[in-house]
């Protein structure tokens, strides 16, 4: 194998490497641009407020296997259905698992973390 050769074989992994983090990342920002817009439908439902959070706010640790993880606010019991079938149906959230979390519901430590580090979604 001469030089030309064995440089075209280090070059291979390392651009099929990138590929695949741009394609994450794609489809993070995909997701993330998605989730933006669907949180209003949640609002119309009635909840008060919904926060994103987790790996899909950070390329860093935003992986194949991420979900999507929001928290609302005041969304009533008997909507929680219609607001999982809403952001399930929603252009752009089919290609990612929704976890969708009551805030009422988590415990007052972990509510807090999240709310420093998400991000709160307004229409």
């Not at 994103?52 to 005041?74: A, K, W």
């Not at 252009?91 to 007052?108: F, Q, T, Y």
């Given at each position: 194998?001469?030089?030309?050769?064995?440089?075209?074989?280090?070059?291979?992994?390392?651009?099929?490497?990138?590929?695949?983090?741009?394609?994450?990342?794609?489809?993070?920002?995909?997701?993330?641009?998605?989730?933006?817009?669907a949180a209003p439908a949640l609002l119309r439902l009635g909840a008060r407020q919904v926060l994103?959070?987790?790996?899909?706010?950070?390329?860093?640790?935003?992986?194949?296997?991420?979900?999507?993880?929001?928290?609302?606010?005041?969304?009533?019991?008997?909507?929680?259905?219609?607001?999982?079938?809403?952001?399930?149906?929603?252009?752009?959230?089919?290609?990612?698992?929704?976890?969708?979390?009551?805030?009422?519901?988590?415990?007052?430590?972990?509510?807090?973390?999240?709310?420093?580090?998400?991000?709160?979604?307004?229409?």
């Open positions: 194998m001469d030089q030309d050769q064995l440089e075209a074989c280090r070059r291979s992994p390392r651009a099929r490497e990138q590929r695949r983090r741009a394609a994450l990342e794609d489809r993070r920002q995909a997701a993330l641009a998605a989730a933006r817009q994103l959070f987790g790996s899909i706010l950070s390329p860093h640790r935003f992986h194949e296997r991420s979900d999507l993880d929001l928290v609302v606010y005041g969304l009533p019991d008997r909507l929680w259905a219609k607001a999982l079938g809403t952001l399930e149906d929603w252009p752009g959230l089919g290609e990612v698992e929704i976890d969708l979390k009551p805030a009422e519901d988590l415990p007052a430590e972990f509510l807090s973390f999240i709310e420093e580090q998400g991000e709160l979604v307004t229409p």
